[in-house]
Protein backbone atom coordinates (compact mmCIF):
# COMPACT_ATOMS: atom_id res chain seq x y z
CA UNK A 1 0.00 0.00 0.00
CA UNK A 2 0.97 3.13 -1.09
CA UNK A 3 1.62 5.61 2.27
CA UNK A 4 -0.26 8.46 -0.04
CA UNK A 5 -2.96 7.75 -2.93
CA UNK A 6 -4.73 9.98 -4.99
CA UNK A 7 -6.55 9.43 -8.38
CA UNK A 8 -4.46 10.53 -11.07
CA UNK A 9 -7.03 11.79 -13.28
CA UNK A 10 -7.63 13.16 -15.50
CA UNK A 11 -10.04 15.03 -14.30
CA UNK A 12 -11.79 18.20 -16.06
CA UNK A 13 -14.16 20.43 -14.79
CA UNK A 14 -15.81 23.96 -16.90
CA UNK A 15 -14.96 27.29 -15.61
CA UNK A 16 -17.05 28.35 -12.64
CA UNK A 17 -17.50 24.65 -11.79
CA UNK A 18 -16.58 22.94 -8.26
CA UNK A 19 -13.38 20.84 -8.94
CA UNK A 20 -13.07 18.27 -5.83
CA UNK A 21 -9.75 16.69 -5.46
CA UNK A 22 -9.30 13.70 -3.00
CA UNK A 23 -6.08 12.27 -1.24
CA UNK A 24 -6.29 9.13 1.32
CA UNK A 25 -2.80 8.17 3.69
CA UNK A 26 -2.39 4.72 5.51
CA UNK A 27 -0.41 6.19 8.14
CA UNK A 28 -2.93 6.99 10.71
CA UNK A 29 -0.92 9.22 13.39
CA UNK A 30 -0.01 11.48 10.29
CA UNK A 31 -0.08 14.95 11.86
CA UNK A 32 0.67 17.33 8.95
CA UNK A 33 -0.95 17.54 5.41
CA UNK A 34 -0.24 20.04 2.54
CA UNK A 35 -1.71 20.70 -0.99
CA UNK A 36 0.84 21.67 -3.95
CA UNK A 37 -0.06 22.79 -7.47
CA UNK A 38 2.30 21.94 -10.22
CA UNK A 39 2.56 23.60 -13.18
CA UNK A 40 4.05 21.36 -16.45
CA UNK A 41 7.70 21.79 -16.19
CA UNK A 42 7.55 24.01 -13.28
CA UNK A 43 8.31 22.61 -9.47
CA UNK A 44 5.66 22.23 -7.12
CA UNK A 45 4.15 25.33 -4.98
CA UNK A 46 2.41 25.12 -1.62
CA UNK A 47 -1.47 26.02 -1.69
CA UNK A 48 -2.35 24.72 1.54
CA UNK A 49 -1.56 22.58 4.88
CA UNK A 50 -3.67 21.54 7.24
CA UNK A 51 -3.41 19.96 10.62
CA UNK A 52 -6.80 19.71 12.26
CA UNK A 53 -10.21 18.03 11.33
CA UNK A 54 -12.56 19.93 9.26
CA UNK A 55 -12.07 22.76 6.82
CA UNK A 56 -9.55 25.62 6.07
CA UNK A 57 -10.32 27.74 3.41
CA UNK A 58 -8.31 30.36 1.70
CA UNK A 59 -9.89 32.35 -0.94
CA UNK A 60 -11.35 29.83 -3.83
CA UNK A 61 -9.87 26.94 -2.05
CA UNK A 62 -10.99 24.75 1.16
CA UNK A 63 -9.15 22.14 2.11
CA UNK A 64 -10.82 19.40 4.24
CA UNK A 65 -9.18 16.87 6.66
CA UNK A 66 -11.16 13.36 8.51
CA UNK A 67 -8.05 12.17 10.33
CA UNK A 68 -10.48 8.77 11.63
CA UNK A 69 -11.12 8.25 7.33
CA UNK A 70 -7.23 9.07 6.53
CA UNK A 71 -8.82 11.32 3.91
CA UNK A 72 -7.74 14.55 2.81
CA UNK A 73 -9.21 16.67 0.11
CA UNK A 74 -8.96 19.94 -1.92
CA UNK A 75 -12.30 22.02 -2.87
CA UNK A 76 -11.71 24.39 -5.90
CA UNK A 77 -14.48 26.92 -6.16
CA UNK A 78 -15.42 28.95 -9.22
CA UNK A 79 -12.27 27.07 -11.07
CA UNK A 80 -10.32 28.99 -13.70
CA UNK A 81 -8.50 28.06 -16.76
CA UNK A 82 -5.47 29.45 -14.77
CA UNK A 83 -6.16 26.47 -12.07
CA UNK A 84 -5.29 23.72 -14.62
CA UNK A 85 -2.29 21.89 -13.15
CA UNK A 86 -1.34 18.76 -11.16
CA UNK A 87 -2.10 18.86 -7.87
CA UNK A 88 -0.42 17.06 -5.23
CA UNK A 89 -1.21 15.64 -2.09
CA UNK A 90 1.52 15.43 0.33
CA UNK A 91 1.72 13.71 4.24
CA UNK A 92 4.41 14.00 6.73
CA UNK A 93 3.86 10.63 8.70
CA UNK A 94 4.83 9.69 12.30
CA UNK A 95 8.59 9.05 11.54
CA UNK A 96 8.79 12.67 10.00
CA UNK A 97 8.59 11.92 6.63
CA UNK A 98 7.14 13.51 3.89
CA UNK A 99 5.36 11.62 1.10
CA UNK A 100 3.75 13.05 -2.06
CA UNK A 101 0.88 11.49 -4.14
CA UNK A 102 1.22 10.79 -8.18
CA UNK A 103 -0.57 13.98 -8.46
CA UNK A 104 -4.23 14.79 -9.70
CA UNK A 105 -4.03 16.26 -13.18
CA UNK A 106 -6.88 18.82 -13.71
CA UNK A 107 -8.06 20.77 -16.37
CA UNK A 108 -10.15 23.71 -16.13
CA UNK A 109 -12.42 24.10 -19.70
CA UNK A 110 -13.45 27.65 -20.63
CA UNK B 1 13.36 37.82 -0.57
CA UNK B 2 14.81 34.99 -2.70
CA UNK B 3 13.77 31.41 -3.05
CA UNK B 4 15.33 28.32 -3.27
CA UNK B 5 17.50 27.90 -5.98
CA UNK B 6 19.24 25.03 -7.26
CA UNK B 7 22.42 24.80 -10.41
CA UNK B 8 22.43 23.87 -12.91
CA UNK B 9 19.12 23.91 -14.54
CA UNK B 10 19.93 21.25 -16.80
CA UNK B 11 22.73 18.68 -16.60
CA UNK B 12 23.19 16.05 -19.71
CA UNK B 13 25.38 13.12 -18.62
CA UNK B 14 26.84 10.24 -20.09
CA UNK B 15 26.64 7.11 -18.43
CA UNK B 16 29.33 6.10 -15.55
CA UNK B 17 29.89 9.82 -14.95
CA UNK B 18 29.90 11.69 -12.11
CA UNK B 19 27.77 14.82 -11.46
CA UNK B 20 26.59 16.97 -8.49
CA UNK B 21 23.88 19.15 -8.06
CA UNK B 22 23.53 21.96 -5.66
CA UNK B 23 21.23 23.69 -3.94
CA UNK B 24 21.17 26.82 -1.77
CA UNK B 25 18.07 27.07 0.66
CA UNK B 26 16.02 30.32 1.70
CA UNK B 27 18.02 31.94 4.11
CA UNK B 28 17.64 31.21 7.76
CA UNK B 29 15.46 27.52 6.75
CA UNK B 30 17.23 24.52 9.04
CA UNK B 31 15.71 21.82 7.07
CA UNK B 32 16.74 21.15 3.64
CA UNK B 33 15.05 18.13 1.57
CA UNK B 34 16.01 16.60 -2.14
CA UNK B 35 13.26 14.50 -4.08
CA UNK B 36 13.38 13.07 -7.33
CA UNK B 37 10.36 13.55 -9.57
CA UNK B 38 9.89 11.05 -12.59
CA UNK B 39 7.23 12.04 -15.37
CA UNK B 40 3.88 11.62 -14.28
CA UNK B 41 4.60 10.87 -10.75
CA UNK B 42 4.81 13.02 -7.38
CA UNK B 43 8.38 13.92 -5.57
CA UNK B 44 10.15 10.85 -4.37
CA UNK B 45 11.59 11.71 -1.31
CA UNK B 46 15.78 10.64 -0.88
CA UNK B 47 16.70 12.64 1.79
CA UNK B 48 16.93 15.21 4.62
CA UNK B 49 18.88 17.65 6.60
CA UNK B 50 18.19 19.68 10.04
CA UNK B 51 21.30 21.96 10.16
CA UNK B 52 24.18 20.15 8.84
CA UNK B 53 23.05 16.60 9.56
CA UNK B 54 21.38 14.03 7.41
CA UNK B 55 18.51 13.25 9.65
CA UNK B 56 16.65 11.18 7.53
CA UNK B 57 18.58 9.17 4.71
CA UNK B 58 16.48 6.62 3.92
CA UNK B 59 15.32 7.26 0.07
CA UNK B 60 17.97 7.03 -1.31
CA UNK B 61 18.37 4.51 -3.67
CA UNK B 62 21.95 2.81 -3.38
CA UNK B 63 25.57 4.03 -2.41
CA UNK B 64 25.76 5.60 -5.84
CA UNK B 65 23.89 8.58 -4.26
CA UNK B 66 25.23 11.20 -1.41
CA UNK B 67 24.38 13.91 -0.27
CA UNK B 68 26.13 16.66 1.96
CA UNK B 69 25.43 20.08 3.97
CA UNK B 70 28.40 21.18 5.10
CA UNK B 71 28.00 24.79 6.77
CA UNK B 72 23.76 23.62 7.35
CA UNK B 73 22.95 25.96 4.37
CA UNK B 74 23.83 25.05 0.51
CA UNK B 75 23.47 21.38 -0.05
CA UNK B 76 25.04 18.77 -2.87
CA UNK B 77 23.60 16.16 -4.13
CA UNK B 78 26.56 13.90 -5.42
CA UNK B 79 25.84 10.71 -8.06
CA UNK B 80 28.23 8.39 -8.74
CA UNK B 81 28.72 5.86 -11.86
CA UNK B 82 25.36 7.56 -13.05
CA UNK B 83 22.94 5.21 -14.91
CA UNK B 84 20.21 5.89 -17.28
CA UNK B 85 17.26 5.33 -14.67
CA UNK B 86 18.89 8.31 -12.81
CA UNK B 87 17.40 10.72 -15.35
CA UNK B 88 14.68 12.75 -13.58
CA UNK B 89 14.21 15.85 -11.79
CA UNK B 90 15.81 16.33 -8.62
CA UNK B 91 13.95 19.11 -6.90
CA UNK B 92 15.29 20.50 -3.66
CA UNK B 93 12.91 22.26 -0.42
CA UNK B 94 13.51 23.86 2.35
CA UNK B 95 11.59 24.57 5.11
CA UNK B 96 12.26 26.80 8.30
CA UNK B 97 12.12 24.14 10.58
CA UNK B 98 11.34 20.22 10.63
CA UNK B 99 7.49 19.26 9.38
CA UNK B 100 6.84 22.96 8.44
CA UNK B 101 5.91 24.08 5.06
CA UNK B 102 8.34 23.22 2.37
CA UNK B 103 9.20 25.85 -0.45
CA UNK B 104 10.53 23.72 -3.87
CA UNK B 105 13.09 25.53 -5.90
CA UNK B 106 13.28 25.28 -9.91
CA UNK B 107 14.84 21.47 -9.82
CA UNK B 108 17.67 20.41 -11.88
CA UNK B 109 16.60 17.80 -14.66
CA UNK B 110 19.12 15.62 -15.03
CA UNK B 111 19.42 13.24 -18.02
CA UNK B 112 21.88 11.08 -18.71
CA UNK B 113 22.35 9.16 -21.81
Known amino acids: QKEVEQNSGPLSVPEGAIASLNCTYSDRGSQSFFWYRQYSGKSPELIMSIYSNGDKEDGRFTAQLNKASQYVSLLIRDSQPSDSATYLCAVMNTGNQFYFGTGTSLTVIP | GAGVSQTPSNKVTEKGKYVELRCDPISGHTALYWYRQSLGQGPEFLIY????????DSGLPNDRFFAVRPEGSVSTLKIQRTERGDSAVYLC???????????FGPGTRLTVL
Open chain 2, 49 to 56: FQGTGAAD
Open chain 2, 93 to 103: ASSLSEGSTQY
